[in-house]
């Protein structure tokens, strides 16, 4: 959908994510909808509603002291990489996943893209909430158990 969406928007992946999580939040259920888009040169995250988490942290060469390579983890998830200890960075991610204090939650319904250069515009494209709203006492309990951490 979202790539049918941008097709429509002339190439515009930003406004196809719009169109698309839009035309969701308005005509089907969701309990939630985060998702993180790439394309060779640009990333997109969304956090629908505010249902589960997503976290920000800009590592930018110029706040960034550390020398030793990106060894960024939770309980959870794992990021590994000597390279990017020299360059900036920008992660996105369900938690925080080290104890830095610059990571940031983003607010339920925000679009996030992060430009070639690094360049993080967060906007609110999205209503405050679904037209549809799902509950964990909606989904079966398989769904149920697999949105719990």
């Given at each position: 959908?979202?790539?049918?969406?941008?097709?429509?928007?002339?190439?515009?992946?930003?406004?196809?994510?719009?169109?698309?999580?839009?035309?969701?939040?308005?005509?089907?259920p969701?309990?939630?909808?985060?998702?993180?888009?790439?394309t060779?040169?640009?990333v997109?995250?969304?956090?629908?509603?505010?249902?589960?988490?997503?976290?920000?942290?800009?590592?930018?060469?110029?706040?960034?002291?550390?020398?030793?390579?990106?060894?960024?983890?939770?309980?959870?998830?794992?990021?590994?990489?000597?390279e990017?200890?020299r360059?900036?960075?920008?992660l996105?991610?369900?938690?925080?996943?080290?104890d830095?204090?610059?990571?940031?939650?983003l607010?339920?319904?925000?679009?996030?893209?992060?430009?070639?250069?690094?360049?993080?515009?967060?906007?609110?494209?999205?209503?405050e909430?679904?037209?549809?709203?799902?509950?964990?006492?909606?989904?079966?309990?398989?769904?149920?158990?697999?949105?719990?951490?």
């Amino acid at each position: 959908m979202i790539t049918a969406e941008s097709r429509r928007a002339d190439g515009d992946v930003g406004e196809g994510i719009i169109r698309a999580i839009s035309w969701i939040a308005k005509e089907l259920p969701v309990f939630s909808l985060n998702l993180i888009l790439t394309t060779a040169s640009d990333v997109w995250a969304v956090r629908y509603p505010d249902t589960h988490e997503l976290h920000i942290l800009e590592r930018l060469p110029a706040r960034s002291a550390e020398a030793a390579p990106l060894d960024a983890r939770s309980s959870r998830i794992r990021a590994h990489s000597r390279e990017a200890s020299r360059a900036g960075h920008v992660l996105i991610a369900t938690e925080p996943m080290d104890d830095n204090p610059e990571w940031r939650a983003l607010p339920g319904g925000a679009l996030v893209h992060v430009s070639p250069d690094l360049a993080v515009t967060i906007s609110h494209p999205f209503p405050e909430a679904p037209a549809h709203p799902l509950t964990l006492a909606d989904l079966s309990p398989s769904a149920a158990a697999s949105q719990k951490p």
